[in-house]
């Protein structure tokens, strides 16, 4: 395979480029211009990214929580083009669907069992939970309770970057931009241990925690509340893991109550936690999947909302039009590609390789960083997990200054170091390629390790935060 090669020169005049004319995602556009342009990545194999001066990186974060059957697979490619040649576009409008389509929400149908039987095909997260929040709103208007308006989500949660999604997440920076949430979005606690409840007792914070959400129902009428929405593991939140017995309380909850529970498995979805989804790992039934990300390892845009029997077929007996949907909803290309993808996690068994393997042994890896001066936890689930950095051992109180000053200190050292990882205010997260080897992840771990010695004089100079 050849490898694209630029010179010097050609790199700054990217660069040169990139602040000219390109406004990358969630940035800084005047540190964007100060640095002079974004990093370049030219290529990338396996579970390793290279960038324009030729610098190796493992990629500890799989894209954007994506990239979950690896980098330079030829096979993903190959169904793409083999896709463009046959029939390279058409939509879902006008009673019509292309092959690759059907298969592709019969393959996911099946991985999700029980009655999750249909479903809608979008172009990113955001999207399909979008197209989660129009169907709610709408199934209950056609059900005869169009009261049933409120949406209620949890603090940190992320959902997604357009108005519904940012609204839906409960991201307060996000909200500070654009005048959100919308109206009828509730948030309630997060099912933060270490962050928010440190010592509790996780049993008897599950329940607190689960309770908050029936307090709020309560609180708002149940007869005006439409879903529950929550990601299994909160990702972009830091790796927030609930403690055992968390998720069925949810669920009973929103049964006792007649609410729609969603689950967001956008991050989780396609083996990420060592089972196809999240849900199925934590036992729970929801009525509204969202999935995208490791749907196609992130080779193509596409995302999809599956719906429960029971939604559909009140939908079906009122009749008329669900007026919803995009021009690339289920794009051929991209669902063939996403059939391959599902394809290879399947032979690969990486779905059972991350429950049985490499996320056990990333969980015992990270003991040697447990009794790091500046760790207060390392906790992982399957193949995500995060790093809390603390400035005071056996606590979990953080170092003075701006928020978020260890992590991005941390992370930073750890891409010099060559291995990508993302801050989340002082939490380190990881997310690798479901592919990762055993020598991987011991580089993964032993990378962090090098680079929290590395930055410790310079934290533990700082005051401790009040």
């Given at each position: 395979m050849s490898h694209l090669k630029l010179s010097a020169q050609e790199v700054t005049e990217l660069r040169r480029l990139d602040v000219a004319h390109h406004l990358p995602a969630q940035s800084d556009y005047r540190l964007q211009a100060e640095l002079g342009g974004s990093r370049l990545i030219t290529r990338a194999d396996g579970s390793t990214i290279y960038d324009a001066e030729g610098n190796a990186i493992l990629d500890g974060h799989a894209g954007l929580w994506c990239v979950n059957v690896g980098y330079g697979r030829e096979e993903l490619a190959r169904a793409a083009?083999?896709?463009?040649?046959?029939?390279?576009?058409?939509?879902?409008?006008?009673?019509?669907?292309?092959?690759?389509?059907?298969?592709?929400?019969?393959?996911?149908?099946?991985?999700?069992?029980?009655?999750?039987?249909?479903?809608?095909?979008?172009?990113?997260g955001s999207e399909a939970v979008d197209t989660a929040f129009r169907l709610v709103r709408h199934y209950w208007t056609v059900k005869g309770q169009p009261k049933r308006r409120v949406f209620i989500s949890r603090w940190n949660a992320y959902h997604g970057s357009t108005v519904a999604a940012a609204s839906l997440g409960g991201m307060k920076p996000m909200h500070q931009?654009?005048?959100l949430p919308i109206p009828g979005i509730e948030h309630v606690m997060q099912p933060y241990l270490f962050g928010d409840a440190f010592g509790e007792d996780p049993a008897g914070f599950a329940a607190r925690a689960a309770a908050a959400l029936e307090e709020r129902i309560l609180a708002i009428g149940p007869e005006n509340v439409a879903a529950f929405i929550g990601e299994p593991v909160q990702g972009a939140g830091g790796v927030i893991i609930p403690p055992p017995g968390y998720w069925t309380q949810i669920e009973a909850i929103c049964r006792k109550y007649g609410i729609l529970l969603i689950c967001d498995e956008v991050i989780c979805g396609f083996g990420r936690l060592g089972r196809w989804f999240g849900f199925q790992h934590f036992g729970v039934r929801p009525d509204i999947v969202t999935m995208a990300k490791g749907l196609s390892s992130g080779y193509l845009p596409i995302s999809a909302t599956a719906v429960a029997a029971h939604i559909v077929a009140t939908l079906r007996d009122a009749g008329g039009e669900f007026v919803h949907g995009y021009t690339y909803s289920g794009h051929p290309v991209c669902a063939a590609v996403a059939l391959k993808n599902l394809e290879i996690l399947s032979r690969e068994r990486l779905v059972e390789r991350t429950a049985e393997d490499t996320g056990p042994y990333i969980a015992k890896a990270l003991e040697r960083l447990r009794s790091h001066p500046l760790v207060g936890e390392a906790r992982s689930l399957g193949l995500i997990g995060g790093i809390e950095i603390v400035a005071r051992k056996g606590t979990n109180q953080r170092f003075a200054g701006k928020e978020g000053t260890a992590g991005p200190m941390v992370r930073d050292i750890c891409i010099r170091r060559g291995l990508m990882v993302r801050a989340i205010r002082d939490t380190i997260v990881f997310c690798p390629p479901l592919i990762?080897?055993?020598?991987?992840?011991?580089?993964?771990?032993?990378?962090?390790?090098?680079?929290?010695?590395?930055?410790?004089?310079?934290?533990t100079a700082l005051p401790v935060a009040a």
């Open positions: 083009y083999e896709q463009m040649q046959e029939l390279p576009y058409y939509n879902t409008f006008f009673k019509t669907a292309s092959v690759p389509t059907l298969r592709l929400a019969a393959e996911i149908a099946a991985r999700l069992g029980g009655s999750l039987a249909h479903v809608f095909f979008n172009n990113s931009q654009g005048d990762i080897t055993h020598a991987e992840i011991d580089r993964l771990v032993d990378t962090i390790k090098a680079a929290l010695d590395e930055a410790a004089p310079a934290l």
